[in-house]
């Protein structure tokens, strides 16, 4: 037998949550689980998973060009270097897709960064629990190690932010719609199903995502919480941009963080750049380790390779990890 076909073979085994089940065993419990469906019932569910859903969310704009960030992670230095490139790219308005808090030290000194900068910023998993008094970031993660540095880091944000800060975090919206040209783009967090939904490039496909765009009526999502960034121009002409963080590098060997610049084409189109954005880590890393933060948290920001919340990343973007 060649190695394909004892990958290939069925071991009789199926993923029932976190056990190995007969495959029989699954079968006769899905079975069971199940009901049928008329003709007229099946159509009227399915016009109920396609149906657009009711947002009754403000369009804000229109803008030539905008830039949009996520992850700010606590780092501070990260966003000023936003901020000011930004500015020099000429971006009209600055937008941010939540979680505030996180790795990085010193949550006060965000706070007056996107106050100043008048940053448009939407709520993440860290603002709804901080602000709500939640004892978890409600990250997402399955893994008990991952678990660990994200009870760490949220422990952390938790103590040193301050109660006006976390209050204001809870009046922030859970999302925006905003007009680039003529465009109307989506901003969420996670996913707009689900705050803490993770959208990576791999596990993303095509009718998936515009599945998405059709129920949400919008032209382009904008989207963060993975950490990588990616830009995918659907087959329908719209988009679908991860914008990355600036808090943390993108798990590449490479010390940069990453946001999304968004121009309007003429013509109705939309332009998109992933833009990579250095900062001053080196001091970033002195004010981790000055702070008590662990030294995963630290070696990450100085070599560009993720050392924690690694599990939750699916095969392909794992394989690109150092660890």
Known sequence: MTE?????????????GERL???????????????DLSPEERAA???AATAVLPDTTPVEGPWS?????????????GLAALLDDAARRGAEAVYCLGDL???????????????????????????????????????????????????????????HASADFKAWMGRLPMRRRVRVGERELLLVHGSPRRINEFLFASTAPVPFLETLLDRNAC?????????????????SGRD?????????????????????????????????????????????????RREGLPEEFVETILTGWWTTCLEILPA????????
């Open 316 to 323: 392909r973007e794992r394989a690109l990890s150092r660890y």
């Open 45 to 47: 569910a399915l016009r």
């Open 4 to 16: 394909r076909e004892r990958m290939a073979l069925h071991r009789g085994l199926a993923t029932w």
């Open 101 to 159: 808090g996180g790795f990085g030290p010193s949550p006060e000194k965000v706070w007056p960064l996107l106050l100043q900068g008048d940053v448009r910023t939407i709520q993440g998993n860290y603002e709804e629990s901080l602000a709500s008094g939640r004892e978890d970031c409600n990250c997402g993660y399955t893994d008990p190690r991952d678990n660990h540095f994200a009870a760490v880091s949220y422990g952390y944000t938790a103590r």
């Open 21 to 35: 089940v007969p495959l029989a065993d699954f079968r006769r419990a899905a079975a069971a689980a199940g009901r």
């Open 219 to 235: 032209d382009a999502l904008l989207c963060t919480h993975t950490g990588l960034h990616w830009h995918r121009r659907l087959p």
């Open 240 to 288: 679908v941009v991860n914008v990355g963080v600036i808090g943390r590098p993108a798990n590449d060997g490479t010390t940069a963080v990453w946001y999304a610049l968004l121009d309007a084409r003429p013509g109705g189109g939309l332009a998109v750049e992933l833009v990579p954005l250095a900062y001053d880590h080196p001091a970033l890393a002195a004010e981790m």
């Open 65 to 77: 060009r905008i830039a949009v960030c996520g992850g700010i992670y606590n780092n501070h230095l």
